[in-house]
Structures are given as structure tokens and as C-alpha cells.
């Protein structure tokens, strides 16, 4: 499978942005789907999880309340929705996927990533 993100970019303190990361599987309603994100110089971060159906999710602490994660199965598509943008969320934003249903099973795929910068 083929992930690819994009949505990234330049974006102001307080701003939001929403990424999108389209898959190329056809079974995509079959697996969970995480972000995660990694900080220049600094180790990755997981993010958000949405499991096969999208009606359960958990979030990192350090965005819960202020990112939302979805997908749409009829399009292929997952999306994090990121408002209230904080400095401290640049960084390069990947998705991947499971291996099934939902996030505490193996990750077997990954996008390229797309970069966000929170900056005044």
C-alpha cells in the first residue's frame, strides 16, 4: 500500500491546518491508522489513532483537544484536523497504517510525511 500526505505548511500560532494522507489500498476500511510526527532533532512523536470503522480514536496528551482525527473510507483518505497551533507541533507529520483493525496492532506502512510550520 501507498500512503501520501499532504496539507502541510507555513502556518501562525493559534492557526489551524488540516492534513490529509490518501492510500492506495483497496481494503482501506480493514485497518487503523496512526499519525505520527517528528520534531527537527528530536525522536518521533506518536500523534492520533483511528481504528478501521473511524468511530474510535485516542490522542497524545499534547494535542487532545486540539487535533481531530477522521478518515473516510468511501475516499480512501485520513485526516488531522489541528487547530489552535502551537510552535512546539513543527515537524515533519507522517501517517501510517496498521497491520489490522486497530492501533495496538504492528505498523507495516508509511507515507513520506509533509512538514508544518508553526511560526510568526
Known amino acids: 500500500v501507498q500512503l501520501v500526505e499532504s496539507g502541510g505548511g507555513l502556518v501562525q500560532p493559534g492557526g489551524s491546518l488540516r492534513l490529509s494522507c490518501t492510500a492506495s489500498?483497496?481494503?482501506?476500511?480493514?485497518?487503523?491508522l496512526t499519525w505520527v510526527r517528528q520534531a527537527p532533532g528530536k525522536c518521533p512523536e506518536w500523534v492520533s489513532a483511528?481504528?478501521?470503522?473511524?468511530?474510535?480514536?485516542v490522542y497524545a496528551s499534547s494535542v487532545k483537544g486540539r487535533f481531530i482525527i477522521s478518515r473516510d473510507n468511501a475516499t480512501n483518505t485520513l485526516y488531522l484536523q489541528m487547530n489552535d497551533l502551537k510552535p512546539e507541533d513543527t515537524a515533519v507529520y507522517y501517517c501510517?497504517?496498521?497491520?489490522?483493525?486497530?492501533?495496538?496492532?504492528?505498523?507495516?506502512?508509511w507515507g513520506q510525511g509533509t512538514l508544518v510550520t508553526v511560526s510568526s
Open positions: 489500498e483497496l481494503a482501506f476500511s480493514t485497518f487503523g
Open positions: 483511528i481504528n478501521h470503522l473511524g468511530d474510535r480514536s
Open positions: 501510517a497504517k496498521h497491520t489490522v483493525a486497530y492501533w495496538y496492532n504492528p505498523l507495516d506502512a
